[in-house]
T-cell receptor, first 114, second 110 residues
Framework: KAGVTQTPRYLIKTRGQQVTLSCSPI?????VSWYQQTPGQGLQFLFE???????NKGNFPGRFSGRQFSNSRSEMNVSTLELGDSALYLC?????????????FGEGSRLTVL | TQLLEQSPQFLSIQEGENLTVYCNSS?????LQWYRQEPGEGPVLLVT?????EVKKLKRLTFQFGDARKDSSLHITAAQPGDTGLYLC??????????FGAGTQVVVTP
């Protein structure tokens, strides 16, 4: 079956702009989690959605937001971009919520902020 | 601050050698997972350990969960170039969040 699909794969923005990233989970998976990956910090948890509800949230400013649609597809948005937001943003889906089961990751969206 | 500390950060070895990477924390985790990430791809789950003292083997890979469920290790025997990748440990904390370590970059040269 198809894996987790993230779009776009690469994008370049300038400071102050906003960006929306999309994630389509594996069919049947209702939980979608988002992570930010940088060389120095590793994977940092952003948030988790299950059945269109945010179930968990990491320690990121309010500029980072997300949502999940009825078909389980998810989007995350970053407003007023800063240089430090340059990172690989990974989406992961799983059957259940609570991040206790296996996470299936997409290939990520690499964001560069100039 | 990383809840899970991985060491070493980088490891370069020759094909056929053995290696061990470590994942340590001051917190107790209900379960711990190991993932491997290759360039341009997302992490892929290798194993989940849930019981203190548990040892799991996956071909040439041996995973151990500490008795107190605060640390884990991954040992690779007779490493091959295909073992090259970023090895990440992840633990489920008391709030149900999956926390990742920064990873150990392993390079195996022929």
């Amino acid at each position: 079956k198809a894996g987790v699909t993230q779009t776009p794969r690469y994008l370049i923005k300038t400071r102050g702009q906003q960006v929306t990233l999309s994630c389509s989970p594996i069919s049947g998976h209702r939980s979608v989690s988002w992570y930010q990956q940088t060389p120095g910090q590793g994977l940092q948890f952003l948030f988790e959605y299950f059945s269109e509800t945010q179930r968990n949230k990491g320690n990121f400013p309010g500029r980072f937001s997300g949502r999940q649609f009825s078909n389980s597809r998810s989007e995350m948005n970053v407003s007023t971009l800063e240089l430090g937001d340059s990172a690989l943003y990974l989406c992961a889906s799983s059957l259940s919520t609570g991040n206790t089961g296996e996470l299936f990751f997409g290939e990520g969206s690499r964001l560069t902020v100039l | 601050t990383q809840l899970l500390e991985q060491s070493p950060q980088f490891l370069s070895i020759q094909e056929g050698e053995n290696l061990t990477v470590y994942c340590n924390s001051s917190s107790v985790f209900s379960s711990l997972q190991w993932y491997r990430q290759e360039p341009g791809e997302g992490p892929v789950l290798l194993v989940t350990v849930v019981t203190g003292g548990e040892v799991k083997k996956l071909k040439r890979l041996t995973f151990q969960f500490g008795d107190a469920r605060k640390d884990s290790s991954l040992h690779i025997t007779a490493a091959q170039p295909g073992d090259t990748g970023l090895y990440l440990c992840a633990g489920t904390d008391s709030w149900g969040k999956l926390q990742f370590g920064a990873g150990t970059q392993v390079v195996v040269t022929p």
